[in-house]
């Protein structure tokens, strides 16, 4: 490691810089028949949901933070070098994805597409109208089986939710191996990014997953049964790293952030905590989020099932130690060196706690110690945090919710300082 500058080290430490994605082509593709299959409760009003983003992204600005956009980023990777575009080509156009009758033609036309154009089909999808390959229907059953405008390569609209396919994590990324295979494609894409963006390419970072940055070889093949998303991931600080057992992330592939983590010396500990496989909470920080060093908000029935355990290195290489906790906020005060971690629940009754849990309301993002965006939607839930000293900027969601994620789903910060 270098006197590099990317990296995040801590929850809730100041904000340098974040990533995030603003709706575009993939959110006029989302359907009433398409979305639960694309992990979307409604369709979206595309126009106000652009809106809707760009003021989070102000609230940011105004605050100091630099912001990227997601789809530029992808699009200055893709021009950086030939060697990207065929990266980002040979991972995204394989058998697995448009059936091996039209790999090579599919390939041999994206290669001459400008980096703008591939970003925008890459996470906006392509119909096989777009790609004008009705001539190849005597061979490919993919081309000569679908309308015109069904998908060749798939729109991905959870990009909005840029915190999941990777997760930076002190001094190096994880790759995600994600849940659904319709998000999968969006690790590909964040990868290339990490790999050819100048502003990543130069800098000396690590992998933690897949170890040494082997995504080179990522395809649908090589995940196995690993699972793992960025919302159960957090740097908390003092060299330690929550995680969330959810139903997007499994315990063997929390195993193996704990080991190349270990290897490095770049964490010492790894808490893991149980949270419940549902819809409303498929991550943990739709339950639980950092508002300050000493303060966090939680959904209280995620509280009541939460086992938690801490991974330590063990004697050998390549070995943990893994001890159960008495409960998931001892373990977090444990490690922060906290008399007292304030966990401030979900506003309201117990109506009005579901509902608001269900809008993100524990899903907030931390500009600094004690500032906090979150929907103004939530206004029980806003109100406790102000009576608890926190400074809550509230943006509208009234469109971005609608896959369900809040503030720090859509965000996927890459320089955060400790606390
Ligand atoms: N970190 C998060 O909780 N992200 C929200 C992801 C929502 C997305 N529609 C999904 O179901 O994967």
New binding site residues.
């Given amino acids: 490691m270098t006197d590099q500058m990317l990296g995040v080290h801590s929850e809730v430490g100041t904000l340098r810089k974040v990533i995030v994605h603003r709706p575009e082509l993939s959110f006029h593709r989302l359907t009433p028949k398409n979305m639960e299959d694309?992990?979307?409760d409604d369709i979206l009003w595309v126009e106000q949901a652009q809106i809707e983003h760009d003021a989070f992204v102000t609230v940011m600005r105004e605050r100091g933070v630099e912001v990227f956009h997601h789809q530029q980023l992808l699009a200055q990777a893709l021009d950086a070098s030939f060697e990207a575009k065929q990266h980002a080509i040979e991972q995204t156009v394989t058998h697995l994805t448009v059936g091996p009758a039209l790999v090579d033609v599919v390939r041999e036309t994206l290669a001459g597409w400008s980096g703008e154009k591939l970003a925008t089909h890459l996470i906006g999808g392509l119909t096989k109208e777009e790609f004008g390959i009705a001539d190849l229907e005597a061979h490919s059953l993919v081309v000569a089986s679908a309308n015109p405008r069904e998908f060749i390569l798939p729109p991905l609209p959870?990009s909005l939710?840029q915190?999941?396919p990777s997760a930076w994590l002190y001094g190096g990324v994880s790759l995600n191996p994600m849940f659904?295979h319709v998000?999968l494609l969006e690790t590909i894409n964040q990868s290339i990014i990490y790999h050819y963006h100048p502003m990543f390419a130069h800098e000396d970072f690590a992998y933690w997953y897949p170890y040494a940055g082997e995504d080179k070889r990522f395809n649908e093949e090589s995940y196995g049964m690993a699972a793992m998303?960025?919302?159960d991931m957090m740097p908390i600080g003092n060299g330690t790293v929550v995680i969330g057992m959810s139903e997007?992330t499994n315990a063997r592939t929390v195993e193996h952030i704990a080991v190349s983590m270990f290897a490095a010396g770049a964490a010492e500990r790894i808490i893991a905590v149980h949270v419940p496989k549902s819809r409303s909470y498929?991550?943990l920080?739709?339950v639980f989020t950092f508002l300050d060093v000493d303060k966090a908000t939680a959904y209280p029935p995620f509280l009541e099932t939460a086992t938690t355990y801490s991974l330590r290195p063990g004697d050998k290489e390549g070995t943990t130690e893994v001890h159960r906790d008495t409960s998931f906020a001892a373990a977090l005060q444990e490690a922060l060196g906290l008399t007292r971690l304030e966990i401030i629940p979900t506003g309201g009754d117990d109506y009005q706690m579901t509902r608001e849990q269900w809008d993100s309301a524990n899903?907030f993002f931390a500009l600094s110690p004690g500032v906090v965006i979150g929907y103004h939607k939530n206004a029980f839930t806003n109100r406790k945090l102000r009576e608890h000293g926190v400074e809550v900027l509230e943006i509208e969601g009234f469109e971005l919710g609608k896959?369900?994620?809040g503030a720090?789903?859509m965000t996927c910060p890459i320089e955060r300082d400790a606390i």
């Fill in positions: 694309l992990l979307f959870n939710y915190r999941d659904y998000r998303e960025g919302g997007r498929m991550h920080d739709t899903n896959g369900r994620g720090r789903c």
